[in-house]
């Protein structure tokens, strides 16, 4: 983790911002390994779930609905597309130092 967060930093997006301080926090709380693994996953992965959804919410949206379970070829189909928008999304904001 960098120190920069250890220093309590924020996401930059205030709907993330509790998810960044508890993962934090977690982080303080619990040592790396598999006891960090099992006891942090859930808001790992809740934060990054949170910064797409507020980075790209269309695209993120699509993708959730139309890749939640299965279907037919279609829907397959729609999901990749969806899975596709999604990454350039996410690629499009990325810095390119």
């Given at each position: 983790?960098?120190s920069?967060?250890?220093k309590?930093?924020t ?13 934090v ?9 598999r ?6 996953r ?39 597309q969806?899975?596709?928008?999604l990454?350039?999304c996410?690629?499009s ?5």
């Amino acid at each position: 983790m960098s120190s920069e967060a250890s220093k309590g930093a924020t996401t930059g997006f205030v709907e993330c911002d509790r998810l960044q301080r508890a993962l934090v926090e977690c982080h303080r709380q619990i040592p790396a390994g598999r006891a960090w693994e099992s006891g942090c996953r859930h808001l790992n992965r809740g934060l990054a779930e949170c910064l797409v959804s507020v980075a790209c919410p269309d695209e993120a949206e699509a993708v959730r609905s139309l890749c939640g379970s299965g279907g037919t070829g279609l829907k397959r189909t729609q999901c990749q597309q969806a899975q596709l928008s999604l990454s350039v999304c996410l690629s499009s904001l990325q810095r390119q130092d």
